[in-house]
Structures are given as C-alpha cells and as structure tokens.
C-alpha cells in the first residue's frame, strides 16, 4: 500500500525559510521520481519541483526557482523541500506525488501560510 506523509509545515513571516518532509512507504522509493505540488484556496495544483530517483536531476516551477530546493535521501524514503524567502503567494497546501505501477498518489499535504 502506498503512503506519502508530509510535515514540516506551518506559519512563517515573509522572507522566512521552511523545509518540508515526505515519508514514503509501499513502493520501491530509490526507483522512482517524486514531485512537489501545492494547490492555493480557489487556484488550480501547481507542480512545484521535481526530482529523478537519484537526486540529480530537479526542475522547478519559474515561481519557486532559486529559492526552493528539492532533495530526497533513498536511504530513508524521504523526499524534501527546502523553501527560502517565503512570500505571502507560497501560502498552499503542499503535497508529495508519486506515479507507481500506472497510478498516481497524493499524500494529504501539510498547510504552509506565509504572513506577517
């Protein structure tokens, strides 16, 4: 069975930094690409950052380029995202996403507001 779990969200000012976790379970974690998306009150899901199963290859919405970085430790089955110079349009739910055996999963995401 596969689960995703995210944590490491919450409450930051403006300009504030947060990392966020993914746990898998379920799947062969180290052979697959994982993927970031979030998804704003009224506003469509938005991919977010992307990475190939060894970690070396990433891709990031234009929004989020150079201040979010995506990584993933295969040793633990976790997928990470670091954000840095958080600004108010970041507020979402993000989410973890995994493609396995032809079918798509969604951890239930953890809630990020950006706010002074």
């Known amino acids: 069975q596969v689960k995703l779990v995210e944590s490491g969200g919450g409450l930051v000012q403006p300009g504030g930094s947060l990392r966020l976790s993914c746990a898998a379970s379920g799947f062969m974690f180290s052979i697959v690409g994982m993927s970031w998306y979030r998804q704003a009150p009224g506003k469509e899901r ?13 891709n990031y919405a ?3 380029k150079g201040r979010f970085t995506i990584s993933r ?40 507001t950006v706010s002074s």
């Open 46 to 58: 938005e991919l977010v950052a992307y990475t190939n199963r060894f970690g070396d290859i990433t």
């Open 73 to 112: 430790d295969n040793a633990k089955n976790t997928v990470y995202l670091q954000m840095n110079s958080l600004k108010p349009e970041d507020t979402a739910t993000y989410s973890c996403y995994v493609r396995w055996s032809g079918l798509a999963y969604w951890g239930q995401g953890t809630q990020v």
């Open 62 to 64: 234009d929004s989020v």
